[in-house]
T-cell receptor
Framework: QKEVEQNSGPLSVPEGAIASLNCTYS??????FFWYRQYSGKSPELIMFIYSNGDKEDGRFTAQLNKASQYVSLLIRDSQPSDSATYLCAVRGGQNFVFGPGTRLSVLP | ETGVTQSPTHLIKTRGQQVTLRCSSQSGHNTVSWYQQALGQGPQFIFQYYREEENGRGNFPPRFSGLQFPNYSSELNVNALELDDSALYLC??????????????FGEGSRLTVL
């Protein structure tokens, strides 16, 4: 069974700090990796995706992928209270996406 | 560009009843996937439709069924509702099998409560 694991949190960081969110996956055949943000009571919205080893930056967000270690991370620089949400890691292998349980992030003013 | 829309947004049913949820995909997207998200959990894959054919199914019983129409909109039907079916049902559209990462774009969801 393909699994995606995340720490459920909550992860609390002060405003302006770097938040680091981690994800591991079980299927070595996975091709693409996604981070979604979900506010309470809302649907997931795509932050970014990555499919090559290394780092990918988009504004305050950096995704990191290490396929050998089956590890994906998301760094949020200069965290803002508006970043407080649940962050879902999703892994695509074939046509199916497998989501982790999400990490709840709380950015304290 | 029109995003993914779902209806209804909220509904309450009783155990044993049937429900139909509807989804219109994002403009230009030919693939629709349905996910169930229970409280405090990540979305769980139900099934995917591509060009009106089921193109993959998760670990859900046959009482979960679906359709995709020629305009790529879709329905999720659940028969013989059980209490554990209470969840947020998410529809996601994507550009399908055309290559690329195939990222999912979600609608706002339909929150189903089964009493």
């Amino acid at each position: 069974q393909k699994e995606v694991e995340q720490n459920s949190g909550p992860l609390s960081v002060p405003e302006g700090a770097i938040a680091s969110l981690n994800c591991t996956y079980s299927d070595r055949g996975s091709q693409s990796f996604f981070w979604y943000r979900q506010y309470s009571g809302k649907s997931p919205e795509l932050i970014m995706f990555i499919y090559s080893n290394g780092d990918k930056e988009d504004g305050r967000f950096t995704a990191q992928l290490n396929k050998a270690s089956q590890y994906v991370s998301l760094l949020i620089r200069d965290s803002q209270p508006s970043d407080s949400a649940t962050y879902l890691c999703a892994v695509r292998g074939g046509q199916n996406f497998v989501f982790g349980p999400g990490t709840r992030l709380s950015v304290l003013p | 560009e029109t995003g993914v829309t779902q209806s209804p947004t909220h509904l309450i049913k009783t155990r044993g009843q049937q429900v139909t949820l509807r989804c219109s995909s994002q403009s230009g997207h030919n693939t629709v996937s349905w996910y169930q998200q229970a409280l405090g959990q990540g979305p769980q894959f139900i099934f995917q439709y591509y060009r009106e054919e089921e193109n993959g199914r998760g670990n859900f019983p046959p009482r979960f069924s679906g359709l995709q129409f020629p305009n790529y909109s879709s329905e999720l039907n659940v028969n013989a509702l059980e209490l554990d079916d209470s969840a947020l049902y998410l529809c996601a559209s994507s550009a399908g099998l055309a290559g690329g990462p195939g990222e999912l774009f979600f609608g706002e969801g339909s929150r189903l409560t089964v009493l």
